[in-house]
């Protein structure tokens, strides 16, 4: 699928061989605040899904480029071991826990993979999470079609902001 790519954020080198860099910031004070992580083509639905929470629900949305989950959860694995087998020293943190802890807010993860593929991320984010994902077969003629029928384009990944916002309260 064919899109253009944005620049590269200043100062994402570190992020992208981690596995993850924020691509879009948002106000900081914001008090209805979301993080949503996408990759590859279903970035571009993250982005439009934070221009929808913004113009139509006051709801202000970071989106993070995920450029390996994978690279994400052995890194996050590590440290777990690390901190097993360490107990009488401070606990490390994951890279992604290190991010997002500077992020506040119920984080949405959308892919164009099977749901799995950002689950393996769960243990490493102590908050609200939900993953959007296409498990099972495709009944559909073109992207956009297959998107909606998995519920992981830009309207699905506003309903699940909105619904974390509103179990949080908020």
């Known amino acids: 699928e064919n899109y253009p790519h944005p620049q590269m954020p200043k100062g994402a080198e570190e992020g992208i061989i981690k596995g993850m860099y924020l691509l879009r910031r948002c106000d900081v004070n914001a008090t209805k605040r979301v993080q949503l992580m996408g990759s590859g083509t279903i970035l571009r639905e ?10 139509d629900y006051q709801v202000m949305a970071e989106v993070w480029s995920v450029t390996s ?7 996050g694995r590590r440290v777990q071991r690390w901190n097993l087998l360490h107990p009488d020293q401070k606990p490390k943190q994951s890279y992604l826990e290190q991010q997002l802890a500077k992020h ?4 949405i993860a959308a892919s164009d993979y099977i749901k799995a593929y950002y689950e393996q991320l769960r243990a490493f984010i102590p908050r609200s999470y939900t993953v959007l994902g296409t498990d099972g077969f495709g009944r559909s003629d073109t992207r956009a079609t297959l998107r909606s029928f998995f519920e992981v384009d830009r309207y699905f990944i506003v309903v699940a902001a909105l619904k974390a916002l509103a179990d949080e309260g908020k």
């Open 69 to 75: 989950a994978s690279e994400l959860a052995r890194e």
């Open 104 to 107: 506040p807010g119920p984080v």
């Open 46 to 55: 993250a982005e439009a899904a934070a221009d929808i929470l913004r113009d």
